[in-house]
């Protein structure tokens, strides 16, 4: 059997980031990926132009014929763009109990150009409580702390957060791996040049068919890490902007 991951993240029509990254980079861990599509937007290689979102009232419909189908062993959560598609997600969570849950805040993305409302990190703080693994970029992580420390997710019931470093200048990019007392492990990889478009949906997916596999979390965020790295390492330009990873 493969392994299903219920993915729930928006379109970008490059392939390098959003639904289509999630989807290849399940797919090339052995696993199978079912799709809720949250956006379509609007870009290129370059930027984020606009986005429109799926109705709520679709996504639900969706949501409750294909889980009433196909169960899944992992949720992964992408760009959902407003609080009206956390809505919906809460309640197909609901009917989802200790599946393990990787969340990607899609709040700051490595482009230029919104993929979210402004309302949208408060409404994150919502899904805290299910999240087994949050995956945030530093710019993301600010804003949902708002100034708060990272306890604060924590306290929430957040399991995990895996800080990502990619935003952050110098040659090497750290990445750590938080739980509730403190820093359980720490990457440091010397930094690959070239922008890239799609690194972090192909990390957390990564990590969310790990754990559907049956990794702990150390192991599936390692593997992942991995994976991710070698992505980038053979990244290639099918445009004049970023570098798209190769899943
Ligand atoms: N999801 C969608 C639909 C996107 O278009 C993007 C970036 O443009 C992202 C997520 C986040 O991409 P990245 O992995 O580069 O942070």
Redesign the pocket.
């Known amino acids: 059997m493969r392994p299903v991951v219920l993915v729930i ?4 029509p490059t392939g ?4 289509q ?1 999630d989807i290849e980079a399940i797919h090339a861990a052995g696993g199978h990926a079912v799709t809720l599509i949250t ?1 379509l ?1 609007v ?1 290129d290689t370059n930027g ?1 132009r606009s ?1 429109s979102l799926t109705p709520a009232k679709i996504l639900m419909q969706q949501a409750e014929v294909l889980l009433a189908d196909i169960h899944p062993q992992a949720i992964k959560l ?2 959902l763009g407003h609080p009206d598609t956390v809505g919906v997600v809460k309640t197909v969570l609901n009917a989802l109990p200790g599946i393990p849950l990787v969340l ?1 805040p ?1 709040l ?4 230029s ?1 919104k ?1 979210s409302d402004a309302s949208l990190p408060q409404a994150l703080l919502a899904l805290l409580p299910r999240t087994t693994l949050l995956t945030p ?1 530093s710019v993301e992580l600010d804003q949902l702390l708002q100034g708060r420390t990272l306890n604060h997710l924590f306290e929430q019931g957040v399991d995990h957060v895996l800080i990502t470093g990619g935003h952050r200048p110098g040659p090497t990019l750290i990445n750590e791996l938080h739980n509730a007392h403190g820093c359980l492990w720490r990457s440091e990889i010397t930094r690959i040049p070239g922008e ?8 957390a997916s990564a990590c969310a068919i790990g754990l559907a596999q049956g990794l702990s979390i150390p192991e599936a965020v390692q593997r992942a890490q991995h994976y991710t790295t070698a992505t980038l390492e053979r990244a290639y330009s099918p445009g004049r902007g970023q570098y798209l990873p190769w899943r």
Do not use: E, K
């Open positions: 993240a928006g379109h970008d390098g980031a959003g639904i990254a956006a937007t870009q984020v986005f992408g760009m990607d899609v700051a993305g490595n482009l150009g993929l970029n890239f478009h799609g690194s972090g949906c192909t990390l």
